[in-house]
């Protein structure tokens, strides 16, 4: 399962749109001009005016009609726009792959607040000074007039902001609030019973009665999405107990899904760590769906959930014996991203999270037969960019060689003189295309939502679904690049590498029989996965990476029984004379099931050399190839806000919904 184009993302989101909105409304907190002054003999200053109009009716916006007050933090920060705290958090993500350096080295120092201020109905304004420079600004409103600090926001929102001398006008988006589509609109993929080959239908979720789709993992219905409910992560939080350390600043681990963990892919632990650094922006979408019995009534469903684990139950009846069937469900966060600079003013795009699921069925190898996946999303890209191509007809992404990760470290082997250490590297290549039709739907022009004036959102939810199939091949061994040598410190090594792209795909025509705004795309990626280690090379010739495998017969004999090993043992893999622990030209074939009839391993053969005897090892590595074939849809909307009357405990309860009526 790749999903590289449809996945959730922080960096991508704020280069797609490169426009938002600026300006002040009843439910952003904003600034309106301000004097500021420097001199030669005077320090140079920012002046900003901070006020707010708080609501009068619950017909009020983002600015909760229960909000007494709204706090704003001003923290000294070392990013003063998106791009500049996406620098911030892949420098943290490097230090955190390097595992000379201790984790708590890595991470920037704890922002203190250099100013701040208190807006109530009664003080709607404020005027504050700063020294030029780099913030992040933090807004937060309570239901307090005095709030203590000791009990979470209603919501909060963040903006990275640039100021230099003189007057600066900031705009703070508020978001937790009911939002209705102006045109509702209902799903055209999800819904949908797919069926096989022989036109049988596939029950994505045989525990459950009936045939189910994707609709139904998700918990979306055939009626039309007439919005969402937008939840601040501090009532989230609330509302859940969840112990926050800092409660008052939204704090920045309002989701504690969101746990860093330097062992995972890089892009990963960027993202997690802008999920961190942004965290009073992040919110809870649910989507609202008009009740099938009564229009006058919703349904919702949960647009962020806890992660759940592959659940995977023994297949049996028409799946495959002895195999599994596994369904899975992802969700993201909403983030509204903010920033604010002299040169381009203030800009937003507000990621509306994601959701999707998958089905498969694997057999007992754990090899799938049947990949299905589908789901919604707002932001088409992941963090990496691809180069994008058409000739007229079809759209060509080639993500390259950009998802290659490359580990270089030291690990112990065992020899007759003792224990020696001995340098490997991990070396991983995945890469591929994405294609689609060059027509009015064309993804890689899709724009992240915005926010204007703190009442409207624009965009496009992005509705996919997708089947995927795997096959294991023989692929060439990576070319290791010439900068990646023992000596590199081990974050410098994640580079890209020298693996060849996979072939483009021929879309279909455009447009499908789905409607006009959908249409195919199809997804092709390859990788392997190749260790290898450091051989010194003799005299004046340079050392050189020697790709391989372990072998798992070597083994130190004592034949004198002297309690000191004395004769190493084991088979010569690769037949040059020499049993080792790790045998270079060699690699173990992944394709290789074991027959109980006649006690032995079946293997493909995937290096074509005829005169083999044992498939299970093979002088190429084995790799992966894997296809999709699926379909989109671009559904364009604008919502309004207006005050969320439910609380989340009503959302979350099983009871119905009622909307107002006007």
């Not at 999903?3 to 009843?26: D, F, N, P």
């Not at 020294?131 to 933090?138: I, L, Q």
């Not at 592959?310 to 195999?323: K, Q, R, S, T, W």
């Not at 295309?433 to 939810?461: A, E, K, M, S, Y």
């Given at each position: 399962?790749?999903?590289?184009?449809?996945?959730?993302?922080?960096?991508?989101?704020?280069?797609?749109?490169?426009?938002?909105?600026?300006?002040?409304?009843?439910?952003?907190?904003?600034?309106?001009?301000?004097?500021?002054?420097?001199?030669?003999?005077?320090?140079?200053?920012?002046?900003?005016?901070?006020?707010?109009?708080?609501?009068?009716?619950?017909?009020?916006?983002?600015?909760?009609?229960?909000?007494?007050?709204?706090?704003?933090?001003?923290?000294?920060?070392?990013?003063?726009?998106?791009?500049?705290?996406?620098?911030?958090?892949?420098?943290?993500?490097?230090?955190?792959?390097?595992?000379?350096?201790?984790?708590?080295?890595?991470?920037?120092?704890?922002?203190?607040?250099?100013?701040?201020?208190?807006?109530?109905?009664?003080?709607?304004?404020?005027?504050?000074?700063?020294?030029?420079?780099?913030?992040?600004?933090?807004?937060?409103?309570?239901?307090?007039?005095?709030?203590?600090?000791?009990?979470?926001?209603?919501?909060?929102?963040?903006?990275?902001?640039?100021?230099?001398?003189?007057?600066?006008?900031?705009?703070?988006?508020?978001?937790?609030?009911?939002?209705?589509?102006?045109?509702?609109?209902?799903?055209?993929?999800?819904?949908?019973?797919?069926?096989?080959?022989?036109?049988?239908?596939?029950?994505?979720?045989?525990?459950?009665?009936?045939?189910?789709?994707?609709?139904?993992?998700?918990?979306?219905?055939?009626?039309?999405?007439?919005?969402?409910?937008?939840?601040?992560?501090?009532?989230?939080?609330?509302?859940?107990?969840?112990?926050?350390?800092?409660?008052?600043?939204?704090?920045?681990?309002?989701?504690?899904?969101?746990?860093?963990?330097?062992?995972?892919?890089?892009?990963?632990?960027?993202?997690?760590?802008?999920?961190?650094?942004?965290?009073?922006?992040?919110?809870?979408?649910?989507?609202?769906?008009?009740?099938?019995?009564?229009?006058?009534?919703?349904?919702?469903?949960?647009?962020?959930?806890?992660?759940?684990?592959?659940?995977?139950?023994?297949?049996?009846?028409?799946?495959?014996?002895?195999?599994?069937?596994?369904?899975?469900?992802?969700?993201?966060?909403?983030?509204?991203?903010?920033?604010?600079?002299?040169?381009?003013?203030?800009?937003?795009?507000?990621?509306?999270?994601?959701?999707?699921?998958?089905?498969?069925?694997?057999?007992?190898?754990?090899?799938?037969?049947?990949?299905?996946?589908?789901?919604?999303?707002?932001?088409?890209?992941?963090?990496?960019?691809?180069?994008?191509?058409?000739?007229?007809?079809?759209?060509?992404?080639?993500?390259?060689?950009?998802?290659?990760?490359?580990?270089?470290?030291?690990?112990?082997?065992?020899?007759?003189?003792?224990?020696?250490?001995?340098?490997?590297?991990?070396?991983?290549?995945?890469?591929?295309?994405?294609?689609?039709?060059?027509?009015?739907?064309?993804?890689?022009?899709?724009?992240?939502?915005?926010?204007?004036?703190?009442?409207?959102?624009?965009?496009?939810?992005?509705?996919?679904?997708?089947?995927?199939?795997?096959?294991?091949?023989?692929?060439?061994?990576?070319?290791?690049?010439?900068?990646?040598?023992?000596?590199?410190?081990?974050?410098?090594?994640?580079?890209?590498?020298?693996?060849?792209?996979?072939?483009?795909?021929?879309?279909?025509?455009?447009?499908?029989?789905?409607?006009?705004?959908?249409?195919?795309?199809?997804e092709m990626f390859s990788g392997v996965f190749v260790k290898y280690v450091w051989v010194e090379g003799e005299g004046e010739e340079a050392g050189s990476w020697e790709g391989g495998t372990w072998n798992h017969s070597y083994f130190l004999e004592d034949t004198d029984q002297d309690g000191i090993p004395d004769t190493v043992s084991g088979d010569d893999l690769n037949g040059d004379g020499v049993v080792e622990q790790f045998e270079v030209g060699v690699f173990e074939n992944w394709t290789c099931t074991f027959d109980e009839v006649n006690q032995t391993d079946v293997c493909e053969d995937l290096d074509g050399v005829v005169d083999d005897t044992d498939d299970t090892l093979e002088i190429i590595p084995t790799g992966w190839e894997e296809t999709g074939d699926g379909e989109y849809c671009l559904h364009d909307f604008t919502m309004t806000a207006s005050q969320m009357e439910f609380s989340l405990e009503d959302l979350l309860s099983d009871t119905e919904v009622v909307v107002q009526s006007e």
């Open positions: 399962m790749k999903m590289k184009l449809l996945a959730v993302c922080i960096a991508s989101a704020w280069a797609v749109t490169g426009c938002g909105g600026s300006g002040s409304g009843s439910d952003s907190v904003g600034s309106a001009g301000g004097g500021g002054s420097s001199s030669d003999s005077v320090a140079a200053s920012s002046s900003v005016n901070i006020s707010a109009s708080f609501p009068q009716s619950a017909q009020a916006a983002a600015i909760d009609g229960n909000a007494q007050s709204i706090s704003i933090l001003f923290h000294a920060s070392d990013a003063g726009s998106i791009d500049e705290a996406l620098e911030v958090a892949e420098f943290t993500a490097q230090c955190l792959q390097d595992q000379e350096v201790p984790e708590w080295e890595c991470f920037p120092e704890e922002e203190p607040v250099v100013n701040e201020a208190l807006l109530t109905a009664g003080s709607p304004s404020v005027s504050l000074s700063l020294v030029p420079g780099t913030y992040r600004v933090e807004a937060l409103q309570f239901e307090s007039l005095n709030p203590d600090f000791d009990t979470p926001p209603i919501s909060a929102t963040t903006s990275f902001v640039t100021l230099d001398e003189g007057s600066h006008s900031i705009e703070l988006n508020l978001v937790h609030a009911t939002w209705t589509n102006q045109t509702a609109f209902s799903l055209q993929l999800l819904n949908q019973l797919i069926t096989d080959d022989n036109d049988e239908v596939i029950d994505l979720n045989p525990d459950e009665d009936g045939d189910q789709t994707l609709a139904d993992l998700l918990e979306l219905t055939d009626q039309p999405i007439i919005g969402m409910h937008i939840i601040g992560g501090p009532t989230f939080e609330e509302e859940f107990n969840s112990d926050l350390e800092n409660p008052a600043s939204g704090a920045t681990a309002a989701f504690d899904e969101f746990e860093i963990d330097p062992y995972d892919d890089f892009d990963e632990i960027v993202q997690e760590v802008m999920l961190e650094t942004m965290g009073p922006s992040l919110h809870v979408p649910m989507i609202r769906q008009q009740d099938a019995n009564d229009p006058a009534e919703e349904t919702v469903a949960f647009w962020f959930d806890e992660p759940t684990d592959n659940e995977c139950n023994v297949a049996d009846g028409e799946l495959p014996e002895g195999g599994y069937y596994c369904v899975e469900r992802h969700s993201g966060p909403a983030i509204l991203l903010q920033e604010y600079t002299p040169d381009t003013g203030n800009m937003n795009v507000f990621n509306l999270g994601e959701m999707f699921a998958e089905f498969s069925i694997e057999d007992e190898m754990g090899n799938d037969e049947l990949d299905i996946e589908g789901g919604l999303a707002t932001v088409p890209f992941q963090f990496e960019d691809p180069e994008i191509t058409t000739d007229g007809t079809t759209v060509t992404l080639d993500w390259g060689d950009g998802f290659e990760r490359a580990d270089v470290h030291t690990e112990l082997i065992q020899t007759l003189e003792g224990e020696e250490e001995v340098t490997f590297l991990d070396f991983e290549t995945d890469s591929g295309t994405t294609t689609f039709p060059d027509d009015g739907n064309r993804l890689d022009q899709v724009d992240g939502p915005t926010v204007t004036g703190g009442t409207t959102i624009t965009g496009t939810i992005i509705e996919f679904m997708f089947e995927f199939s795997e096959v294991q091949v023989g692929l060439d061994v990576p070319t290791v690049p010439e900068d990646i040598v023992p000596e590199i410190d081990p974050v410098t090594s994640i580079m890209a590498a020298q693996a060849a792209s996979a072939a483009g795909l021929t879309a279909q025509a455009s447009a499908t029989e789905n409607g006009e705004n959908c249409s195919p795309i199809e």
